[in-house]
């Protein structure tokens, strides 16, 4: 593991954490988060409640700004974007075997992605409206989820809801399998939004492309509250401050 931002983030190339992965969906409940600059904002500023994030078993870097000012540190992070892990998860032999609940999407967009993953055992778990933490919906939706057969559970319900989801699983009595928060992954995989092109990831311009093309939605996220990862990685790693 490598701390970096009072996270220990997964060591490892990608066929080594997708086999990790592989290996916790057989194995006892766990789950895994994939912090991003929005994220570590959130997690650090106190929006975030710290051992959603701190039980979570795995924590795999899904952002190229973060593992670019731990680099100067002299850190490396393992960069495996969420929607990555799930694409391989999807199309590699070590899921020939599991069964992979999906929850988040709406049943139009399972049906597609059941559609591109005519080989995969595939289950829809409803995400009612109205998932809001502590409400007798949330209460309902976490004990159907946790009862529901699967080894791994896509939980896309955006950041935080997604990963409060996961702990509250555990919570309930959850035995097995691995739930994996994931966010937009299968409305990338079913085409419902598009990925950056390879060009902007390798510039690692993947935020910039998120916000041209969503704008209003993506413009707090990236220009207002954003930036603030910089006074923080100051703070934190190189002042040693908090």
Known sequence: MTRFMTLDFADGDRPDLLGRVAAMARGPYGYVVTPNVDHVIKLMDGRVEADVYGDADLKICDSRILAHLARLRGKALAVYPGSDLTADLLASPLASDLTVGVFGPDRAAFDDLAARYPGRRLT???????????????VGAVDDAARAEWDVLLACVSFPKQE????????????TGVTLCVGASVDFLTGRQQRAPRLYQALSLEWLHRLMTQPRRMFRRYVIEGPAIFGLFIRHEVLGQG
């Open 164 to 175: 409060r989801f996961a702990h509250a699983l555990r919570a309930a009595g959850r035995q």
């Open 124 to 138: 829809f778990i409803d995400a009612p409206m109205g998932l809001t933490p502590g409400t007798g919906v949330w």
